[in-house]
């Protein structure tokens, strides 16, 4: 892997972690169309840290809040966690057949279909104007079954988390926030399993250039996505990410058939 080809994913996954178009399906088609087969695993989790440094950058506050266990974030803290048990379960039962999907360039494609209509569905029927502490206990849980499917690549781990916090009545930014809030100890947590893993199976060599392009160009890249993103809940616009997703599907799918 060159330089420019680290530089390049670790843009896409910046830009797509947060914007709902689905970054584990846009890395690969990426790969696949660039032709990179070697330490994909490794250098998928190196960009998915990177990923992490914007969310502590633009909501330093609150994860401080959090971190100092301040009585108004207990009870957010508590629903983050009870979010993320269905993510681990699932991941845990199902980790070899996710990990298959990740050569598969036409599951990916077809799991963008789907993100785009979780899109569009989302701005058309859903809303409210709820905080995270208004929830029920049980809606933080649905929250994270639907974060457990974005391990299918294609499936946006932003997209379907906001997508069903709206769903249950919250208002977006709020929507936004516990969405990027509860992607740090998923992607954390993730990132760390599979480092392990990759250790125990003698390691990677991957260049460290290539490690740290990848990693900043992803941090950098995260932080813009981010404002993006806020802004068009704002202004309510999710559907035209689903008629970008269609159309990324429908030329993924033509090319590699024909």
């Known amino acids: ?142 929250v994270g079954f639907a974060q457990s499917f974005a391990i299918i690549p294609g499936i946006s781990r932003s997209g379907s988390t906001i997508a069903a916090s709206i769903f249950q009545g919250l208002d977006r930014e709020a929507a936004a926030r516990f969405s990027f809030l509860m992607s740090i100890p998923v992607i954390g947590g993730a990132g760390f399993l599979q480092f392990l893993n990759i250790m125990e199976a003698g390691g990677s060599n991957l260049e460290v250039k290539i490690i740290f392009t990848g990693l900043i160009t992803a941090a950098v890249s995260g932080y813009f996505a981010i404002k993006i993103l806020l802004k068009v809940l704002k202004e309510r616009k999710l559907q035209y990410f689903s008629y970008y997703l269609w159309i990324m599907a429908l030329i993924v799918i033509l090319i590699k058939t024909f």
Request: charged share 20%.
């Open 1 to 142: 892997m060159s330089i420019f080809e680290a530089a390049f994913l670790g843009i896409i996954q910046g830009l797509t972690e947060f914007i709902p178009v689905s970054s584990s399906g846009h890395l690969v088609i990426a790969q696949f169309f660039m032709d990179i087969r070697e330490d994909q695993l490794l250098f998928n989790v190196i960009v998915h840290i990177g990923t992490l440094i914007p969310i502590f950058i633009i909501f330093w506050q609150d994860i401080k809040d959090m971190i100092l266990l301040k009585k108004e974030k207990r009870k957010e803290i508590f629903y983050i966690l009870l979010a993320i048990i269905p993510t681990g379960i699932i991941g845990i039962l199902f980790e070899d057949f996710f990990e298959s999907l990740f050569a598969d360039a036409y599951a990916a494609a077809f799991m963008l279909i789907v993100t785009g209509f979780i899109l569009y569905f989302t701005e058309v029927f859903a809303g409210g104007n709820k905080e995270v502490e208004d929830l029920k206990f049980w809606q933080p849980i649905l």
